[in-house]
Every structure is written in C-alpha cells, then in structure tokens.
C-alpha cells in the first residue's frame, strides 16, 4: 500500500527551472547577469550574522520602505517570498473548489500549477500575436470567475499591452473579481504607451499590481517579491495565506538596501544596459532573419514554427545553442526565450543564433 496523494498532482505540470550547465553561458531565467551592489551585498553579510534569529515575519521596515517609495499606505502593502508565492497566495486566498482563474496562455509557467494546486480550473485564453488578448479575457469571465492574471509585459513573450487596452478591460471586468496584474518586469518597460499599473490603484478597487527584487533589482537568489492591492482588505486576505517567516531578513535586508537613493543610479544604469542590449539583440536577429515580437522586458522570443516565416523549431534551436556552449529557455512546440545578458554573452548567442539559421 502506498501512500495516498491528492489526484490533482497526477495531472499537475511540473515547473521547469532554466538549467545551469558549468562551463556554459545560462540565458534561461531572466535574471541579472551582475551580483549585488557592493552596499547591498554588505548588508547580506550583516544581515546574515543574525541567522540564528527568526525573521520579522511582516517585514515592517520594508513595507515601510515601499509605503515611503510608491506614496501609499502600508495597509495596501505585502511582502512574500519572490512574487511567484505572492501569485500562489492570491490563488488560495480567492479561489477554491469548481472556481475559475483566467490568464493569458501562453504566459507565466506557474500560473497553472497554483491554480490546479489550489484546486480552482484554469482557464486559458490564447495569445494574439504573442500578446495577452483583453477583449478574449474580459469575454472569457463567468461568474466561477475569482481570479484574472494579466501578465505585463508577458513571460515568456516579452509583449506588453498599452494602457488603454488595459483599463478598457479593467472597466469590463465584475468589481468582485480580483485582477493581478503581474508586472515583474516592469522596470525594463520603455514603451510610453504601456501604463505603469501601480497608477490605476486609485480607480480600480480590485486591482492588485506584483512587482519584484528578483529581476532589474538582482535578487534572484534571495526571494524577495511584493505587491500593492488597491483594497486592504486583499493586502489582508494576502497575509493571511502566508507561510510564517517566509521571507528571511538577509531577503529582507537586501531588499531594503536595494531602494536605498544610493542603489538608485546604480540600478537605473544597469536597466539601461539591458535595454540597449534588447534592442541590440532583436535588431540582430530580425537582420537574421528571425521575426521577434517587440520586447518590453530583459528577454526575447522567437515563436516555434515554419523557417519561412523567421520562426524556429524550438527543441531543435535549444539544443543547438547548447551545443554552441548557450543555454537558452526552451517551451517545445511553442517557443524559445533568450534572456538579455551582457554584451560578450549576447553576442555568443547571436553567433549560435546566425549559425542556427
Ligand atoms: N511573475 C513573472 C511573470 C515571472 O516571470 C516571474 C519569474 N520568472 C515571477 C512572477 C516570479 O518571480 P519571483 O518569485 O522571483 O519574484
């Protein structure tokens, strides 16, 4: 006799993290390729010698931290660890048995996986040119409805949707239903036509905007998200879902040290970087010959599908960048991202990628 598990894990997904293959260049999660600022990793040390101490599990002084940065109130603010949990706890927190979480497909690899976990039905609406389709979603809302994730700019795509797509949406959708909008890769956002969500808080009470260290900030490693609900109340419900002492105080710290005015520049330089290596990149690839959707995030894709059409075949791509010693996110029969990295490591794969064509 074995033991018995919950059924739902026979049909779960499983989340494929990005591989680290020694010797090779890894262009497969999206992260920075540069460590922490100097001032911030000294406060990881610091922060460290405390290690036999439990954390402060509301993370005050960071919510004060963002409260003081976005000019909002605490109530409004939660901290989890990495937005991804943020993202499971919202799930719990809203949708259970028979209820329904809409999102964008494809998007985000974990937004299935919590929603079966949770027990809720997914339900997932295509793409449109390998940008979240808003009238689809709005249209796609019942009244099972809890949840709606709107991923933006979208992973793995890069695609972002402008603010007026958004809030005619966002005016369509039912008051009791919650939106997430997920914006972890906001800060790589140069389009002025792509709203900043945290602005629309005022006028959408169901509106809750995600945002993380891991990506512009470096903190991958560390797991350190947070997120802005227009109502306390979700911020509440939030907290509520939370493992006690999920994020460590060396995550804490770090993150703290990261909003600091002396990171300021620093970070903003190292966004610039990315950005101009985005444009670089997809300039290079389009000569190639690839067709790659405008990116507004620290990555880009090239879609699965026919040579003709400057798409690739997705595993076979993949393998031949590895082969090229550059490991690059492969979604089979969908696509391949390639995160944005430094100069030298952008034009090893665009050495692949030409060869590759
Ligand atoms: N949202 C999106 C769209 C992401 O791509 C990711 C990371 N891949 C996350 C959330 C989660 O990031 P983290 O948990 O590291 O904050």
Not at 320 to 334: L, M, P, T
């Amino acid at each position: 006799m074995t033991v018995r598990m919950r059924p739902v894990l026979d049909s779960l997904p499983a989340y494929v993290p990005g591989r680290n293959v020694p010797g090779s260049i890894k262009l497969a999660s999206n992260e920075t390729a540069y460590g922490p600022l100097p001032h911030v990793l000294d406060r990881i040390t610091a922060a460290a010698a405390d290690a036999n101490r439990y954390p402060d599990t509301n993370s005050s002084d960071l919510l004060e931290a963002l409260a003081a940065k976005f000019g909002i109130g605490a109530e409004h603010l939660v901290v989890g660890c990495g937005s991804v949990s943020l993202c499971q706890q919202l799930v719990q927190a809203t949708a259970g048995d028979g209820d329904e979480v809409v999102f964008g497909w494809r998007s985000f690899e974990a937004y299935p996986i919590i929603t079966a976990i949770g027990g809720a039905r997914a339900v997932q609406v295509p793409l449109r040119e390998q940008a979240y389709d808003l009238p689809a979603m709005a249209a796609a809302i019942t009244d099972r409805t809890r949840l709606v994730f709107v991923c933006n700019p979208n992973n793995p795509t890069g695609t972002a949707v402008p603010g007026v797509q958004l809030t005619e949406f966002l005016d369509e959708v039912p008051a009791d239903v919650l939106v997430v909008l997920d914006e972890a890769y906001r800060e790589f956002v140069t389009d002025e036509k792509v709203i900043d969500g945290t602005t629309l808080l005022d006028r959408y009470p169901n509106l809750m905007v995600l945002r993380t260290f891991s990506k512009a900030y470096g903190l991958a490693g560390l797991r350190v998200g947070y997120g802005l609900a227009a109502d306390p109340a979700v911020a509440r419900a939030v907290r509520q879902t939370q493992i006690p002492f999920a994020v460590t105080h060396v995550a804490q710290a770090a993150a703290q040290a990261s909003l600091e005015p002396q990171a300021e520049q620093q970070l903003a330089d190292r966004v610039a970087e990315v950005v101009a290596e985005r444009a670089r990149l997809t300039a290079a690839l389009r000569a190639a010959g690839y067709q790659v959707p405008e990116s507004e995030a620290n990555f880009v894709w090239l879609a699965d599908g026919p040579a003709e059409q400057g798409c690739v075949d997705a595993v076979a791509f993949g393998a031949g960048c590895e082969a090229r010693g550059v490991i690059v996110r492969v979604f089979a029969g969908s696509g391949v991202r390639i995160t944005v990295g430094t100069a030298a490591e952008n034009d090893r794969f665009l050495a692949a990628a030409t060869e590759l064509r």
